[in-house]
């Protein structure tokens, strides 16, 4: 039985259902909040895809789909999906004032023990706890997308977040499968996003330089060193290399890196042109139709290779 049982989420989005996906899947009673009853309906209709997408994979849970959707209640109240529950994911847009107002909210609803989670992106948790009273309840569990197959979970303690909410926490994204780490330090961005965007920043960087095109910036990532990196994360690498040789590069390559506190010129340019990339057809690169299902198949299916074999392995 699970320790912590009555699970809410709140906004049923990309990365809502699939958060309320993985709780279900391992024995909990889920409340799904959002504020229309068709974006619901259109969040229970994707997990029942994505289900049954992990089953032809090979990737198998413990009970029926129909037993794994029944334990994911819909609501449009978050009052009612707050009465009784233990632990609170909430997934609404990357907006400040909205999660504030969200988090005020919960902080009123919910049972006082009950832990409220942000998963918010970039954003410091202790500005979005900052209109709630019980702060100390409040941590950021920032998953990846898709959050049903990818399964890192950053566990972030904000200013006044105690331990007990953090331990609880960790343990029942471990017993959910999913593989969470501790981040001491309520920064923006936290650990994942800061070195991403970091990449991506230098990234953008040379495309504005004229150094390469677009397309052979992503061949050198995917056909170079970002083969290494499921099994070689940067720290170890470095050690690998020997640090001695990290400095001396470090001593001269640094200078040359993009610092700049400002989005790089061509990204705004293709904003400012509507050019969005998939949803437009347009970004750095064009997209037809076809294009654009291929790239997503490719990701999902590698994907779930990885954790299927992940599982047989375990
Ligand atoms: P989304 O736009 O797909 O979904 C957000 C949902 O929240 C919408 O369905 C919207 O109707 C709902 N919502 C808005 N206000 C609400 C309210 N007051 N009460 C209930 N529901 C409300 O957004 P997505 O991509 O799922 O992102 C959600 C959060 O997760 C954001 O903070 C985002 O930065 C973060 N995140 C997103 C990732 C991604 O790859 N998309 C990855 C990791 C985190």
Request: proline fraction near 4%; hydrophobic fraction near 40%; aromatic fraction near 8%.
């Amino acid at each position: 039985m699970p320790e912590v049982e009555n699970i809410a989420v709140i906004g049923a989005g990309l990365m809502g259902r699939g958060i309320a996906q993985v709780f279900a899947c391992y024995g909990h009673p889920v409340w799904l909040v959002d504020t229309e009853e068709k974006i619901l309906k259109l969040a229970k209709e994707q997990v029942e895809k994505n289900l049954k997408q992990m089953l032809q994979h090979g990737i198998s849970f413990s009970d029926e789909i129909e037993e794994v959707l029944d334990r994911i209640s819909t609501t449009t109240d978050m009052v009612r999906a707050c009465e009784g529950c233990d632990f609170v994911v909430e997934a609404v847009y990357e907006n400040l004032d909205l999660k504030q107002q969200v988090f005020a909210d919960l902080d009123r609803f919910c049972p006082p023990e009950a832990i409220l989670c942000s998963n918010t992106s970039v954003i410091a948790i202790t500005e979005i706890a900052e209109r709630a009273s019980k702060r100390e309840r409040i941590l950021g569990t920032h998953w990846w997308n898709p959050p049903y197959l990818i399964p890192l979970v950053e566990v972030v303690r904000a200013e006044e977040t105690t331990d007990r909410c953090i331990d609880a926490t960790y343990d029942l994204l471990t017993r959910v499968g999913k593989h969470p780490v501790r981040i001491h330090k309520d920064v923006p961005g936290f650990v994942g996003n800061r070195l991403q965007h970091a990449l991506w920043r230098e990234a953008f960087a040379i495309i504005d330089e004229g150094i390469c095109d677009p397309a052979t910036v992503d061949e050198v990532v995917c056909s170079g060193f970002g083969l290494r990196l499921p099994i070689l994360g940067p720290v170890e690498n470095a050690d690998m290399v020997g640090l001695d040789l990290t400095l001396s590069i470090h001593d001269y390559i640094l200078k040359y890196l993009n610092a700049n506190p400002t989005p790089s010129t061509t990204l705004r340019s293709r904003v400012e042109q509507k050019h969005l990339g998939f949803k437009t057809g347009k970004g750095f690169q064009e997209w037809s139709d076809a294009e654009v299902a291929a790239s997503r198949e490719r990701l999902t299916n590698y994907l779930m290779k990885v954790i299927s074999q992940e599982k047989s392995r375990s």
